[in-house]
């Protein structure tokens, strides 16, 4: 197993961690006894297209909020991998990114790129799956038919079962209650009021990060990335909660999941957050703040409300009190045979109908030595300093050997050559060194490459 420092090094969880849910969801669920399943990482390579085309039967794509901005990069490497491909390709669950108005106008310039993509994808498949009314009809307005709701393969972890039930009538100020939240829900929509204010009510009221930024200060103290300076998450060091040590993050799901059975409640404006403490049979509410995260609560019976709409003074027991999981719950069964039809349509088998419901993942996984939950950094004794002066220390040796890789390479090329200028009369001049041309064109980007990173 990687340390702690080389999982946040290497960002295992590709920036956040929610990410892990409906990747292990989907892995369980496609295992059976007539496939196996290998993942591809969390990059994209379309040079990778001749080995899967040589080697899988199937490319089955699990997708978050794709459909952004933000991430139209990544998509259009993906795009150019499904076109190499001669295997079919299944899209397990994609969703477009919109407000809580569901207004798509903000997607139109990103349009070509996801027309490309989807075209890509239903050559090779019966139909997509998308995650919730928003994206069916952001596609269908661009003509695509072949498009299924099916939502997020996370909440099939279980199969056609799904059962919860509040432990008591209402919160008190001794329950266990886990809260979640973005940076962008704390900073323009006044949920670190809302999380204030529950600090302040409930002594055992924990916040739980994902992203790979909130990792690095809770374990590092510090991050590169500029959100990390928002004091007002409970992820900064200065905060609070961070001081008293009521903040965690987890980079298995595995492990998020079994922890979160001992809470009473959660809330929060984080979707996979809260689905994971649904996993874990708690009672949760969503504070959606966009589109990506209504149409799941809308299609699954998710009790949730808009952030937007929120008293910035709620109490988690009023949310508590409110939340009605009976199309959750009701409706499930429903909502994993469509699921599973989907799969069939595209000619996968599930484990609940075609193996052993799951019990062969659960083993292997069983099997597994599984990181530990990122903690604030607030010690400072010998054990809590040894593995990161560790990793450090192997980090800086690496470092210095490709810092000396390079300088011999560069050093080869940096014997000046003579010339003769033929106009003005002025002196030969000599060429400036491989090193000092690279310096004088891109700056900064090399001279971070020849220095440790910080």
Same mark, same amino acid.
């Given at each position: 197993?990687?340390?702690?420092?080389?999982?946040?090094?290497?960002?295992?969880?590709?920036?956040?961690?929610?990410?892990?849910?409906?990747?292990?969801?989907?892995?369980?669920?496609?295992?059976?006894?007539?496939?196996?399943?290998?993942?591809?990482?969390?990059?994209?390579?379309?040079?990778?297209?001749?080995?899967?085309?040589?080697?899988?039967?199937?490319?089955?794509?699990?997708?978050?909020?794709?459909?952004?901005?933000?991430?139209?990069?990544?998509?259009?490497?993906?795009?150019?991998?499904?076109?190499?491909?001669?295997?079919?390709?299944?899209?397990?669950?994609?969703?477009?990114?919109?407000?809580?108005?569901?207004?798509?106008?903000?997607?139109?310039?990103?349009?070509?790129?996801?027309?490309?993509?989807?075209?890509?994808?239903?050559?090779?498949s019966a139909s997509i799956g998308v995650r919730g009314e928003f994206t069916e009809q952001y596609?269908?307005?661009?003509?695509?038919?072949?498009?299924?709701?099916?939502?997020?393969?996370?909440?099939?972890?279980?199969?056609?079962?799904?059962?919860?039930?509040?432990?008591?009538?209402?919160?008190?100020?001794?329950?266990?209650?886990?809260?979640?939240?973005?940076?962008?829900?704390?900073?323009?929509?006044?949920?670190?009021?809302?999380?204030?204010?529950?600090?302040?009510?409930?002594?055992?009221?924990?916040?739980?990060?994902?992203?790979?930024? #909130? +990792? =690095? *200060?809770?374990?590092?103290?510090?991050? /590169?990335?500029?959100?990390?300076?928002?004091? &007002?998450? $409970?992820?900064?060091?200065?905060?609070?909660?961070?001081?008293?040590?009521?903040?965690?993050?987890?980079?298995?799901?595995?492990?998020?999941?079994?922890?979160?059975?001992?809470?009473?409640?959660?809330?929060?404006?984080?979707?996979?957050?809260?689905?994971?403490?649904?996993?874990?049979?708690?009672?949760?509410?969503?504070?959606?703040?966009?589109?990506?995260?209504?149409?799941?609560?809308?299609?699954?019976?998710?009790?949730?409300?808009?952030?937007?709409?929120?008293?910035?003074?709620?109490?988690?027991?009023?949310?508590?009190?409110?939340?009605?999981?009976?199309?959750?719950?009701?409706?499930?069964?429903?909502?994993?045979?469509?699921?599973?039809?989907?799969?069939?349509?595209?000619?996968?088998?599930?484990?609940?109908?075609?193996?052993?419901?799951?019990?062969?993942? #659960? +083993? =292997? *996984?069983?099997?597994?030595?599984?990181? /530990?939950?990122?903690?604030?950094?607030?010690? &400072?004794? $010998?054990?809590?300093?040894?593995?990161?002066f560790s990793f450090m220390r192997s980090r800086m040796e690496e470092l210095a050997e490709q810092?000396?890789?390079?300088?011999?390479?560069?050093?080869?090329?940096?014997?000046?050559?003579?010339?003769?200028?033929?106009?003005?009369?002025?002196?030969?001049?000599?060429?400036?060194?491989?090193?000092?041309?690279?310096?004088?064109?891109?700056?900064?980007?090399?001279?971070?490459?020849?220095?440790?990173?910080?």
């Amino acid at each position: 197993m990687a340390s702690l420092e080389e999982s946040l090094h290497r960002d295992v969880f590709a920036t956040n961690a929610g990410n892990l849910i409906f990747s292990d969801a989907s892995h369980k669920i496609l295992t059976t006894p007539r496939a196996a399943v290998f993942s591809n990482g969390i990059r994209t390579d379309p040079a990778a297209a001749g080995r899967i085309n040589e080697e899988y039967d199937v490319f089955v794509v699990p997708l978050a909020n794709a459909f952004r901005p933000t991430f139209e990069r990544p998509l259009k490497r993906m795009t150019q991998l499904i076109k190499k491909l001669r295997i079919p390709v299944v899209v397990l669950g994609v969703g477009a990114q919109a407000d809580l108005k569901y207004d798509a106008s903000r997607l139109k310039p990103m349009e070509p790129t996801v027309r490309a993509f989807v075209t890509e994808v239903l050559n090779r498949s019966a139909s997509i799956g998308v995650r919730g009314e928003f994206t069916e009809q952001y596609l269908k307005n661009m003509g695509f038919r072949d498009v299924e709701v099916i939502g997020c393969p996370s909440m099939f972890m279980n199969g056609e079962t799904f059962t919860l039930e509040k432990k008591s009538e209402s919160l008190g100020t001794d329950s266990m209650i886990s809260v979640n939240g973005s940076h962008s829900a704390v900073r323009s929509h006044g949920l670190d009021a809302i999380i204030r204010q529950a600090h302040e009510r409930y002594p055992n009221l924990r916040f739980v990060g994902q992203n790979l930024l #909130e +990792a =690095q *200060l809770l374990h590092w103290r510090e991050t /590169p990335n500029p959100l990390g300076a928002q004091t &007002s998450m $409970p992820t900064h060091p200065s905060h609070p909660m961070y001081r008293e040590g009521k903040v965690g993050l987890y980079i298995d799901p595995a492990t998020w999941i079994e922890e979160l059975r001992a809470y009473d409640f959660s809330f929060g404006s984080r979707i996979h957050g809260n689905i994971a403490a649904l996993l874990a049979g708690v009672p949760s509410t969503v504070l959606c703040s966009d589109s990506r995260t209504l149409e799941l609560c809308r299609y699954f019976g998710i009790p949730h409300r808009k952030i937007s709409e929120t008293p910035k003074n709620i109490d988690p027991a009023e949310l508590y009190e409110a939340a009605d999981f009976g199309d959750l719950v009701n409706g499930h069964k429903e909502r994993f045979l469509r699921f599973t039809g989907f799969m069939e349509k595209n000619g996968l088998e599930n484990t609940f109908h075609h193996g052993d419901s799951g019990k062969a993942f #659960e +083993a =292997q *996984l069983s099997k597994l030595a599984l990181p /530990p939950a990122v903690r604030p950094w607030t010690e &400072s004794d $010998p054990d809590s300093l040894s593995s990161r002066f560790s990793f450090m220390r192997s980090r800086m040796e690496e470092l210095a050997e490709q810092n000396a890789l390079l300088r011999g390479q560069l050093e080869k090329r940096n014997s000046p050559v003579s010339i003769k200028v033929q106009t003005g009369g002025e002196t030969p001049t000599a060429l400036p060194s491989a090193y000092r041309r690279a310096r004088r064109v891109v700056g900064r980007p090399v001279r971070r490459l020849l220095r440790p990173e910080q």
